[in-house]
C-alpha cells in the first residue's frame, strides 16, 4: 500500500540514496523535482495538486501553495529553520511542519568558529593576496582568552560554547531560556554580551522579535574592534549598518554565512566590503550533517503519513485529536 506522493525539491536529500531508500521502502512514491531559478509560484502550484509530503529547501511555502495542495499532510524542512513556512496556515489545514533538529549541530558550529578565526586573523585578505603573487600578512586578534557571547543558546550554541572552552574563552549567552544548571557560560542581556564581547556570533531563530536585533543603535553598544558572526539567519542583521560599522573601523570585521537575499548577484551591501568575509550559506553542508539530515527527513515523512507523530514537529497542535 503507498503512503502516497512525497515531492522533494532539496538537493541535499536528493543526492542521498539511502534516505530516498528508505522512503519508497516504506511505501512512498518518490518524485525528485528540479527546481527553476527563479523559483516560480506557477511552477510551485503545478507541483503540489497531487502530493502527500513536500521536502523542500529554502522556497516560501505560502497560504496559497498549501490551499493547492489538498492531499498534503507534512512539509519537511532539511535544516532547523522554518520561517519561510506560513505555519499559522499549515496548522489550520493540519498539515505537520517538521524539521531536522540535532542532524547539523557540529558542522554549523565548526564554520561559525571557523569564519571567527577567519576573520580575526586576516585570512582571507592574506590568502588572496598570496593568490595573486603577493605576501600581505596582516595583523590579526587572538581568539585565546577572549569573550565571546552567543546570541541564542539551543544545540547550535551550545555546540559552539563548547568549542570555545577550548580556547579558554570567557562565554556569555543571552538567550530567554537561561539554564542555571549550566555553570560553564554566564547568562546576561543583549546589552551586557555587546559592550562586553571580542566576538559576537548569532545562533538565534529569526522571529518577529528578532528581525534586525543587530541594527545600527546594537551595533554601536559593540565594543570597537569587536568581530560579528552570523551563521543563523540574514534578517537578523541590518546588512547596511554592518556593513557601515566595519567601513567606519568601529568593528574589527565580520564573517556571516547567510544573507537577508541569497544566491548568484546578490545585492546584500555585506558584499565586496573589506573586513566581511561572506560565505554562501554552506554552514551545514559537510558529509556527515547531510546523511543525518537526508535521514532524519526521510524519518519525519514516514512517521506522519504512517499516522503517527514525527519527532521535530514544530507545530505539534495538529496531532491533537490523532
Same mark, same amino acid.
Given at each position: 500500500m503507498t503512503l502516497g506522493k512525497v515531492l522533494i525539491t532539496a538537493a541535499s536529500v536528493k543526492g542521498h540514496a539511502p534516505a530516498l531508500q528508505a522512503l519508497r521502502d516504506a511505501g512512498c512514491e518518490v518524485v525528485l523535482a528540479n527546481t527553476p531559478q527563479p523559483c516560480t509560484m506557477e511552477w510551485q502550484l503545478a507541483q503540489v495538486q497531487e502530493i502527500a509530503a513536500l521536502v523542500f529547501a529554502m522556497e516560501p511555502m505560502p497560504a496559497q501553495l498549501l490551499e493547492a495542495a489538498p492531499r498534503l499532510r507534512v512539509i519537511a524542512r532539511p535544516g532547523v529553520g522554518y520561517d519561510t513556512v506560513d505555519l499559522a496556515a499549515a496548522t489550520r489545514r493540519k498539515v505537520a511542519v517538521t524539521v531536522a533538529a540535532g542532524t547539523n549541530d557540529q558542522s554549523v558550529a565548526d564554520h561559525a568558529f571557523g569564519l571567527l578565526l577567519m576573520a580575526s586573523r586576516g585570512l582571507l585578505t592574506a590568502v588572496n593576496s598570496v593568490q595573486a603573487h603577493g605576501w600581505d600578512r596582516p595583523t590579526g586578534t587572538e581568539a585565546w582568552r577572549k569573550t565571546l557571547a552567543i546570541v541564542g543558546y539551543g544545540r547550535i550554541g551550545r555546540a559552539i560554547a563548547r568549542r570555545a572552552r577550548g580556547f579558554d574563552m570567557r562565554v556569555l549567552v543571552v538567550t530567554p531560556r537561561p539554564d &542555571? %544548571?549550566?555553570?560553564?557560560?554566564e547568562f546576561v542581556s543583549l546589552d551586557e554580551a555587546l559592550t562586553q564581547a571580542d566576538f559576537v556570533s548569532l545562533s538565534a531563530p529569526l522571529t518577529p522579535q528578532t528581525e534586525s536585533l543587530i541594527n545600527a543603535e546594537s551595533l554601536a553598544r559593540m565594543k570597537k574592534g569587536s568581530f560579528l558572526i552570523n551563521t543563523s539567519r540574514g534578517g537578523l542583521i541590518d546588512e547596511a549598518a554592518l556593513a557601515? %560599522?566595519?567601513r567606519s573601523g568601529h568593528l574589527g570585521g565580520a564573517a556571516v554565512d547567510v544573507l537577508r537575499q541569497q544566491g548568484a548577484n546578490s545585492p546584500s551591501p555585506l558584499i565586496g566590503v573589506p573586513g566581511i568575509l561572506v560565505t554562501p550559506?554552506? %554552514? *551545514?553542508? *559537510?558529509r556527515e550533517s547531510m546523511a543525518r539530515v537526508a535521514m532524519s527527513v526521510a524519518a519525519g515523512v514516514i512517521a506522519v503519513l504512517r499516522g503517527e507523530r514525527a519527532a521535530h514537529t514544530v507545530n &505539534?497542535?495538529?496531532?491533537d485529536g490523532h
Amino acid at each position: 500500500m503507498t503512503l502516497g506522493k512525497v515531492l522533494i525539491t532539496a538537493a541535499s536529500v536528493k543526492g542521498h540514496a539511502p534516505a530516498l531508500q528508505a522512503l519508497r521502502d516504506a511505501g512512498c512514491e518518490v518524485v525528485l523535482a528540479n527546481t527553476p531559478q527563479p523559483c516560480t509560484m506557477e511552477w510551485q502550484l503545478a507541483q503540489v495538486q497531487e502530493i502527500a509530503a513536500l521536502v523542500f529547501a529554502m522556497e516560501p511555502m505560502p497560504a496559497q501553495l498549501l490551499e493547492a495542495a489538498p492531499r498534503l499532510r507534512v512539509i519537511a524542512r532539511p535544516g532547523v529553520g522554518y520561517d519561510t513556512v506560513d505555519l499559522a496556515a499549515a496548522t489550520r489545514r493540519k498539515v505537520a511542519v517538521t524539521v531536522a533538529a540535532g542532524t547539523n549541530d557540529q558542522s554549523v558550529a565548526d564554520h561559525a568558529f571557523g569564519l571567527l578565526l577567519m576573520a580575526s586573523r586576516g585570512l582571507l585578505t592574506a590568502v588572496n593576496s598570496v593568490q595573486a603573487h603577493g605576501w600581505d600578512r596582516p595583523t590579526g586578534t587572538e581568539a585565546w582568552r577572549k569573550t565571546l557571547a552567543i546570541v541564542g543558546y539551543g544545540r547550535i550554541g551550545r555546540a559552539i560554547a563548547r568549542r570555545a572552552r577550548g580556547f579558554d574563552m570567557r562565554v556569555l549567552v543571552v538567550t530567554p531560556r537561561p539554564d &542555571p %544548571a549550566d555553570k560553564e557560560v554566564e547568562f546576561v542581556s543583549l546589552d551586557e554580551a555587546l559592550t562586553q564581547a571580542d566576538f559576537v556570533s548569532l545562533s538565534a531563530p529569526l522571529t518577529p522579535q528578532t528581525e534586525s536585533l543587530i541594527n545600527a543603535e546594537s551595533l554601536a553598544r559593540m565594543k570597537k574592534g569587536s568581530f560579528l558572526i552570523n551563521t543563523s539567519r540574514g534578517g537578523l542583521i541590518d546588512e547596511a549598518a554592518l556593513a557601515e %560599522a566595519v567601513r567606519s573601523g568601529h568593528l574589527g570585521g565580520a564573517a556571516v554565512d547567510v544573507l537577508r537575499q541569497q544566491g548568484a548577484n546578490s545585492p546584500s551591501p555585506l558584499i565586496g566590503v573589506p573586513g566581511i568575509l561572506v560565505t554562501p550559506h554552506m %554552514a *551545514t553542508l *559537510t558529509r556527515e550533517s547531510m546523511a543525518r539530515v537526508a535521514m532524519s527527513v526521510a524519518a519525519g515523512v514516514i512517521a506522519v503519513l504512517r499516522g503517527e507523530r514525527a519527532a521535530h514537529t514544530v507545530n &505539534p497542535e495538529v496531532y491533537d485529536g490523532h
